[in-house]
């Protein structure tokens, strides 16, 4: 076998490495949103914020790899932004405990930490924000069956129920296999 042949095989099979392991990150960023979201104190986040968070993280390790950052604080970033950007803020700290909970991190965090942490996640939020050229709209295929239910409220006269049942399966249909074809 020749040295060059050897070479080769060693970097495809790294770069083979690199791409399952980078793929393997970006399911467990989405993951850990939706187990943030699940974890946090007060009022529920809704789900449409999970799913935005899991756009912007996705877009964000669309153009940064998984190597330069600390994915699971760029999850929690997204998650904090998402939230604001959905008009259901949430305080870092909070987000900070049940980001700890998630992950299983478990006795109490100094203050000094938590400043750290904090001051971590105000940073990749900004940016996070850069990366997406402040472009926050995140195609939500699930607004699409809210505006059509809406569209369905506004006039009930118009549809009987078994119509207004097949519209709703059928948005819900399309709805998800769109939500399929983002996240593949």
């Not at 449409?48 to 929690?76: G, K, M, W």
Request: proline content about 3%; hydrophobic content about 40%.
């Amino acid at each position: 076998m020749r040295l060059d042949t050897l070479d080769e095989e060693c970097c495809s099979w790294r770069e083979e490495q690199i791409a399952t392991t980078s793929l393997q990150a970006r399911y467990d960023g989405g993951d850990l949103i939706s187990k943030i979201r699940r974890k946090l104190e007060g009022p529920p986040l809704h789900r449409s914020v999970e799913y935005v968070a899991c756009v912007y993280y996705q877009r964000f390790f669309s153009v940064h790899t998984i190597e330069e950052f600390d994915a699971p604080n760029v999850a929690l970033a997204c998650l904090f932004l998402a939230a604001k950007v959905e008009e259901t803020p949430r305080k870092i700290r909070k987000m900070i405990n049940a980001y700890r909970q998630a992950t299983g991190e478990v006795g109490e965090q100094s203050s000094e930490q938590l400043a750290q942490q904090s001051q971590l996640v105000q940073d990749l939020e900004r940016l996070i924000l850069c990366t997406l050229n402040f472009k926050l709209e995140a195609g939500n295929s699930y607004m699409t069956v809210v505006r059509c239910l809406e569209a369905l409220d506004r006039n009930p006269d118009r549809t009987d129920n078994s119509t207004r049942r097949d519209t709703v399966n059928s948005v819900a249909v399309f709805a998800e296999a769109l939500t399929a074809l983002c996240f593949a």
